[in-house]
């Protein structure tokens, strides 16, 4: 299907002669996925679709408790230093965008009055620029108004490095302006294809400036406010017990009428996967719990249990593991793992493609995440048009050892491979989760039988995935050899997702481990592809660009992806919640009710 089909078909849409939903079909015929065909529409003035939970309950309230289970344990609440999930999730419980993505794609206006649109003369036809109106009488839970002051201290608190947010790559390279009280305009500095990142879903929830603009910059750790939120949320705050509990009730003030309906709001953190599902589907104590990582045969035995059933939802969300090729052992200008060092033996392109074909990805999609992964190449998997062809998998110990030997890495007496007196021995670290276990279980025999040594390594979830500047445990210091995880597409454009493989996202001591590109690992030319596809506004072009810079570091093997992910969770029988793939899971809690 070329462009002018495309429009063809869009024109029918605007016309009236085909629903939104044909469109979707047809292009999906095609491979291009719902997220994006919405995105199309949208650019095309085709509004969005309404969200995709229809809200029952006539009143705010009365529906009690409502109790949900991460046992990753959230461990601060401030959206702007949330690197792992568990601290998006929860700091999206108090604060919001001005939009959010719903499961299809859709752009859901939140803290916004409405969705820019050409139409609505909000979004500039040269991609240059974008208008937001917000929405008005919103409140924080402290009762002060929220306005277009809060918008703009959001992006100067982002952009400030001296910040160190995690989010900063998604506001230094852009301007804001106040038109007045309730609209801003977003400027970019070139047409910008991807124009609904800044204020927008994970990354875009606004802070007060009232409680953070006395700790921007270097002071921005202090705040009180990062273990006390004051949002415009849903909940408001009651209780915090980092790595552990949070409380909250109902806010009597939400800027969405009828909602919520809980009463109060309790987030139960730590112990593990599979003791969470059994707390849904068996013994019903709670109501929803988060991740399901938890092997697949055991889930159908709690399944059978008849208090809950499982929620799965398509993602863009990846399980991968990251070869080194800095030095973890070395410590430089008061860091490991810098930039300024190479790793002894995975710098060598052999040794890092050998121990790709060490990966048995169908046994671990087969005999451990069943429906909770698919086997892939591919570091982006969704939507389908990202998704490089070229990129393909093998599980081969013989090519492998040929592969050794011809680079010159001899087995020594105890069977390990060596060359100039170095050894083929890492640390290979993950967090605590017995699906990641038995995962790195395969990896290790056959790395062993290829003459490679694996040491395993596994950290508490709460510790592997927190922000903590002070521990080295943690993913993004990544002191070790190879670690694995799952990273999530918090969009459904994968912009944001590849912003780990580009040089001024390298996490380092400078900007507290908060970069978003752990590898260390960087290359020109995907530095090239990446800003070109940032500002090409040709979809097709984009798309190329996009998958180049994916290709780079998947063919680099320094990304080894295992599975392509779709959000598993749990859910009581009666409870009815919205998830989304392209988003936080509690982005549209305000919506959740019980049947």
Known sequence: MNENEIRGLVAEVKQGTLSRRSFIQKVAAVGIAAPIASQ???????????????????????????????WQAPTLLNPHFALGTKDQMASRVFFEPLAGWDKEGNLIPCLAAEVPTKQNGNLAADGM????????????????????????????????????????????????????????KVIFRAPTPFWADPFVGSVGL??????????????SREAPANLKPVGTGPYKFVEFKPGDLIRAERNPDYHIKNQPHFDTLEIKGGGDAVSAARTVLQTGEYDFAWNMQVEEEVLKRMEAGGKGKLDITPSGNVEFIILNTTDPWTEIDGERSSVKSKHPTLSDPAVRRAINL??????????????????TASFVNAPKQFKSPKLKYEFDIDK???????????????????KDGKKLKYVFQTSINAPRQKTQAIIKQACQKAGIDIELKSVTASVFFSSDVG??????????????????QPQPDPERLLNQCVSWEIATKDNKWLGRNNSRYSDPEADKAYKAAQNELDPVKRAALLMKVDEIFCEAHVFLPLLSRPIVNAGANNLMIDISGWDTITWNLAAWYRA
Request: no cysteine; hydrophobic share 40%; proline share 4%.
């Open 40 to 70: 199309i529409l949208l650019w095309h003035d085709v509004a969005m679709a309404d969200a995709t939970l229809p809200y029952k309950p006539t009143k705010a309230g009365g529906g009690g408790p409502l109790k949900l289970l991460f």
């Open 206 to 219: 606004i802070l007060p400036k009232h409680h953070f603009g006395d700790y921007a910059g270097a002071k």
């Open 400 to 418: 492998a050892n040929k592969i050794l030997d011809e680079a010159g890495w001899k087995k020594g007496a105890d069977g390990i491979r060596e």
């Open 129 to 184: 620029s974008v208008v937001w109106k917000l929405k008005q009488g919103v409140k924080w839970h402290d009762g002060q108004p929220f306005t277009a002051d809060d918008v703009i201290f959001t992006w100067q608190y982002a952009a400030d490095l001296a910040t160190a947010a995690y989010t900063t790559g998604s506001y230094k390279d852009i301007k804001v302006e106040k038109i007045d009280d309730h609209t801003v």
């Open 358 to 375: 060490l990966i048995d990805r169908d046994s671990i999609q087969k005999f451990i995440y069943g429906r909770g992964g698919i086997a």
């Open 471 to 488: 521990n080295p445990d943690t993913y993004s210091k990544f002191y070790a050899d190879m670690e694995m995880y799952n990273t999530t």
